[in-house]
């Protein structure tokens, strides 16, 4: 350890002399700016700490400050997480959306929980490189191999669920990843100096009661500001019958995951957090969960930096304004995703709800939505429309079936979106639109869309889908949130 700081002591003596990145994270640092939390993590040498931005403690000097871009780097530095601020409690970072870089599609993957599934080999297979070449980049790009990165993974969500949920400990231990009871308890108290009954008897304001047996209930928080509001809307104006449903406030739905399926009922906890409560058939899965509805809420995105590059446009800033902390509706299931687009798409939302229900009916399983080579199989018996829409949809479940579609975290935006316009029936706009929903791209907009053809035209801004990509260029990197608040700009006037 001793070792490891001494040689992270970069000689820093002044702010004048640091470098522009550190500089600026030093300045979010010494102000206690609550937005960067989870963005980065400030590493204490003297104390052998880190902590998250806004960290009430005396602000230390810079020439004892190290910044890492994840948990498991100052892990590997020997430091350990700060018990005043818990840096771990804190949104993820938007880098792993906002980039597509091979450091940023293992992170998803990795916060997916593949490397529990699949190991190391498993994860660099799905990156189209060797297990060492992934770790040389892993290790240059974020401080930390996969192993350590998967580690601090399961680190936080054993820490999420001591301090959120009633499981037993041992039920905790491998319900976030640990091989061994052993390992889950020398992990837990190195990082957090801690001993799991300990950081159990944590619990704070926001502990919930016990949710039942074979239940558990999560609090996940959101980087204010966050639309929460309108997200469920969106699921619940889109709820497919016998999959979804709308109850009191919250989204119900049933949710395929790896090693089952699970029932979960999700509602706004506080203005910038989800409550999660789910009945999984696997404990193990409850990573991957955790995983999934960060990315079905958008929960890591920056909308502060979001809202206010947005806000420059003078077109665009009263929809901001109206509409603070738009989050892009993700999807937890790419399969799934895919086969609502195409049989939503050139009929209504009622419509579609209608056919998607008739589809889950008869061909889901458990409640869950059906598999690709469920409906490659039988759905030719339940699709109804143009026999050339059928024909379209029934080949690519069967090529998605068959693997032959990149459709998972691992793959970059460009080539997923090729891949996709490669299949019949299948064009920039649903291409463009999965990349949105499945891989959380915070930049794409979809400019032949007519409702939002519609509202830029209203607004002066465009009239024809090459005006609209021109005009949309000055919204880079966020013009999926743009699209989106030219969308409800829409909805709401009609």
Known sequence: MSDNRERLSAPRATVDGMDASFAERYRAMSSRDARFDGQFITGVLTTGIYCRPSCPAVTPKPGNVRFFRTAAAAHEAGLRACKRCLPDAVPGSPDWNLRDDLASRAMRLIGDGVVEREGVPGLAR????????????????????????????????????????????????????????????????????????????????????????????????????????????????????????????????????????????????????????????????????????????????????IDEALSRDPALAPLVASVLGMRIPGSADAEEALFRTLVGQQISVAAARTVLGRIVTELGDDGAFPSAARIASDGAAVLRGPAKRVSAILRIAEAVAAGEVPLDLATPVGEFRAALEALPGIGPWTSGYLAMRVLGNPDVLLTSDLVLLATARDLGLASTARELDRVGARWAPWRSYAGLHLWRARTMRG
């Open 126 to 305: 799905r990156l189209g490189y060797t297990p060492r070449h992934l770790g040389r980049v892993l290790t240059s790009e974020l401080g930390a191999g996969p192993l350590a990165l998967a580690r601090a993974n399961r680190a936080q969500t054993a820490r999420t669920l001591l301090v959120s949920s009633d499981l037993r400990i041992a039920d905790v231990a491998f319900a976030a990843g640990f091989s061994s009871i052993r390992q889950f308890n020398e992990t837990m108290l190195a990082i957090y100096e801690r001993t799991p009954s300990e950081l159990r008897r944590m619990r704070g304001a926001h502990a919930h009661a016990p949710a039942g047996e074979g239940t558990i209930s999560l609090r996940l928080p959101a980087r204010p500001p966050f639309d929460g509001v309108g997200l469920l809307r969106f699921f619940a104006d889109h709820a497919v019958p016998g999959l979804e449903e709308e109850r009191d406030g919250a989204f119900v739905r049933t949710l395929r995951l790896p090693r089952g399926s699970a029932r979960v009922e999700l509602a706004l906890d506080g203005d910038a957090a989800i409550r999660c409560t789910a009945r999984l058939e696997s404990l193990a899965d409850v990573a991957t969960l955790v995983a999934r509805v960060r990315r079905m809420f958008d929960l890591d995105a920056d909308s502060v930096a």
